[in-house]
């Protein structure tokens, strides 16, 4: 599948989206970095293992918010448009990064 360098016509981000999307990967971010004190700093291996499962949680519910954005406007976007070509790009992506993230 080909990855798009520019914006998706279709795509409709607001601005409150962007900015809470952008915010939970800079609290995610942080996460992270504490992880890597808490590794520095010889931490308790349970307690560290706890903190990336937040951090995985944390990253894939920034991905589900991304992916319902994506169905809820560049998808549906391309059913209104009656452009079969289109609605079937759409749905392979889906179902291509779907697949790869093995759910």
């Known amino acids: 599948m080909a990855k798009h360098s520019k914006p998706d016509p279709a795509t409709h981000r607001t601005a409150a989206h962007k900015d809470d999307t952008l915010k939970r990967l800079g609290r995610l971010e942080g996460q992270v970095r504490g992880i890597a004190r808490m590794i520095e700093e010889d931490r308790y ?18 991905e589900e918010e991304i992916l319902r954005e994506h169905v809820a406007h560049c998808v549906e976007h391309a059913i209104a448009s009656g452009d079969k070509a289109d609605q079937r790009r759409k749905v392979a992506e889906l179902m291509d990064v779907m697949g790869r993230a093995g759910r």
Do not use: E, G, H, N
Not at 45 to 62: E, H, M
């Open 45 to 62: 291996c349970i307690d560290i293992v706890t903190q990336i499962a937040a951090a995985r949680a944390a990253l894939r519910k920034v």
